[in-house]
């Protein structure tokens, strides 16, 4: 304690110093921090490298010259003795056990003579450490905790809520803006404690202060001097701090990173600092500045446990990215956790999309990233604008489960409809023998040689279909059946691409005709079965409505196909007795029309193969 402080506390005046004193203990709070962390710093850059790194060098196995390192040990005297000036000068019922756990610190301090520090001696300041195992940085936390205890208790006004300490009527202009934003957001905390707010005028500097949540290292100081405001801000998460700094990617905030390491020991007592600095055009842009930073902070609280709640659903960068869009929309995290966080996925998983999704597959894997970051949208917004109406827990869970029950019911409706447009491809190049086959006998070389290229092309086009329909079946529990049906109607066009080429060989100059008639049967035949395969496609794509007329168009659609596969096999027939019937000198106009009948009575077998994997699926959902 200062003589000056000693003064007047005797004199019964020691409020009068009481707003100042807070404000540089808030200060010295900050500047002891940043002591600690460019020692951890300076610390970890040497033993990483174990040379000579920024200045810093081992001068012994247990000893590190540092330059600066005395000035810093004094700085972290004077900086305590500042946090604990207004505790002295209130006869704070703790002062005296501090005062007394000041002196013990400040006699184990180091010497650092000739800038010299032992790397154990970094540690036992730096480490925060149990309750129990006292140091330096578990007594600046002590200290901190007292001083906001203080700074309410001795509260000569609030402003909306802030409490408050010498304030002129700007800083009350401000005050009120920054409560303004924290009141435009608080309620997305949902009850968690925290967001206390402590504003002081000290000198030429305002300070605002906001304990976020009930981390002892979660701390957010402003220092607002002129239309200037600094930022610092501690927390023990890395990955939050970032986060932190993200929001205000539209605000010019300038950032200065002054550690990210680790002191000796657990994680618990990892903590980063991080300052920024906004210089504001007048008044009215930093109350806005303010207004915005505030209505942040709420954001902030259980991140890391909304991070990991996601987690098991998509990628870390992912979960850092919902969160993102939380913030950047004003719903916040914090209902998701209140409401069960993972368990609130997984339960809406069981009930919606367990026989949906293959057993082990991530959710991003069986709905695709973009689906996956979609749904889980929803859960965040569902989470917090039901809980801010009041809707019950239970209304909240069943709303969840039937967006889940949605996507993957648009996921199989999203593989039907790539199935549909491959079809189309097959009936169009089916459609398209039909048509050359009809008009054989005035057709030149050069239409079979078109009708070969085109159907080159269209089996080009539907192998991109049939990628795109194997990848999103993968990811369905009950996909079997589709990707069965998906790999026939392949085949199907497959098969009739090698019919076209075939016509494309054909002489035109040979003595003995085509069977044209029966061929172009045959491939109307394949026509008509490929539309009513679409037809049962499309019936499929809507069973998940309840629709039992659906299921029987599907069936009836998928019985023609089924005809239309026997009536290939009479047509067949029919070809090889007209080939045998005709006379024929050159042994290629026998063999290619064989090769042909058989490509498209193939075809309609494939088509039959895929009907009957589309009638297990309706059949499943009539017994479900």
């Known amino acids: 304690m200062t003589g000056k402080t000693e003064i007047i506390k005797r004199l019964g005046e020691a409020a009068v110093l009481l707003p100042s004193l807070i404000g540089e203990a808030l200060a010295a709070n900050d500047r002891v921090k940043e002591r600690f962390s460019r020692l951890q710093a300076a610390k970890a850059g040497a033993d990483r490298t174990g040379a000579a790194s920024g200045g810093v060098r081992a001068v012994s196995a247990t000893h590190l010259a540092l330059p600066g390192a005395r000035a810093e040990i004094e700085g972290i005297a004077a900086d305590l003795d500042a946090m604990l000036a207004p505790l002295a000068a209130a006869g704070a019922a703790e002062a005296a056990r501090l005062a007394g756990r000041v002196r013990t610190a400040r006699a184990g301090l180091p010497a650092a003579d000739d800038d010299q520090i032992g790397r154990t001696e970094i540690d036992a300041i730096c480490a925060a450490g149990p309750d129990d195992a006292d140091s330096v940085h578990r007594l600046v936390m002590d200290l901190h ?64 202060q906001n304990d976020i949540g009930a981390t002892d290292a979660h701390v957010l100081v402003v220092n607002i001097e002129g239309d200037a405001a600094t930022l610092t801000y501690t927390d023990i998460h890395r990955q939050r701090s970032q986060f932190f700094a993200d929001q205000f990617r539209a605000q010019n905030v300038t950032w200065n990173r002054l550690d990210e390491r680790a002191s000796a020991g657990m994680e618990k007592e990892q903590f980063y600092l991080l300052t920024g600095r906004r210089d504001c055009a007048d008044a009215a842009d930093l109350a806005r500045f303010l207004e915005f930073l505030a209505s942040r902070i709420v954001f902030l609280i259980d991140w890391n446990k909304a991070r990991k709640a996601l987690q098991p659903f998509v990628s870390r960068a992912a979960a850092v990215g919902l969160l993102r869009w939380a913030a950047d929309n004003d719903l916040g995290h914090r209902a998701f956790v209140e409401l069960g966080g993972q368990h609130l996925v997984f339960d809406a998983i069981n009930r919606a999309a367990a026989s949906r999704m293959p057993y082990g597959t991530r959710l991003d894997e069986a709905l695709g990233e973009a689906a996956c970051a979609e749904f889980l949208r929803g859960v965040l917004r569902v989470s917090s604008e039901g809980l801010r109406a009041g809707r019950s827990t239970r209304l909240i869970r069943d709303q969840i489960q039937t967006d889940l029950a949605r996507l993957f019911e648009t996921a199989e409706s999203g593989v039907l409809a790539v199935l549909v447009r491959h079809l189309g491809l097959t009936r169009t190049l089916a459609g398209a023998i039909a048509d050359l086959l009809a008009v054989w006998g005035g057709a030149t070389r050069e239409a079979a040689a078109s009708l070969a290229a085109r159907a080159k092309r269209i089996e080009g086009k539907a192998d991109v279909l049939t990628v795109a329909a194997r990848e999103a079946a993968a990811r369905l529990r009950e996909g079997a059946a589709l990707r069965t049906a998906i790999d026939e109607v392949e085949t199907t066009t497959d098969v009739l691409e090698d019919c076209a080429f075939m016509l494309s060989l054909v002489p035109r100059d040979a003595a003995g005709p085509l069977p044209a008639e029966t061929l172009g049967r045959l491939a109307q035949i394949v026509t008509d079965g490929a539309g009513h395969l679409v037809r049962a496609v499309e019936c499929v794509s809507r069973l998940p409505g309840g629709e039992r007329a659906d299921a029987a168009d599907a069936l009836e659609a998928i019985e023609a196909v089924m005809i239309a596969e026997h009536d290939a096999d009479a047509a067949e027939r029919d070809t090889l007795a007209a080939l045998m019937a005709a006379p024929a000198a050159d042994a290629r106009l026998l063999a290619l029309p064989l090769e042909i009948a058989r490509a498209l009575e193939e075809a309609t077998d494939h088509l039959s193969h895929a009907a009957l994997s589309l009638r297990q699926r309706v059949l499943a959902e009539l017994a479900a």
């Open 145 to 208: 905790r007292a001083i906001n205890r203080l700074a309410t208790d001795i509260a000569i006004e609030t402003i909306d809520g802030a409490s408050v300490h010498g304030l002129t009527e700007p800083d009350a202009g401000l005050v009120r803006a920054f409560m303004r934003g924290l009141h435009r957001t608080a309620p997305l905390a949902f009850g968690h404690p925290g967001l206390g707010t402590t504003a002081v005028r000290a000198g030429r500097r305002l300070t605002i």
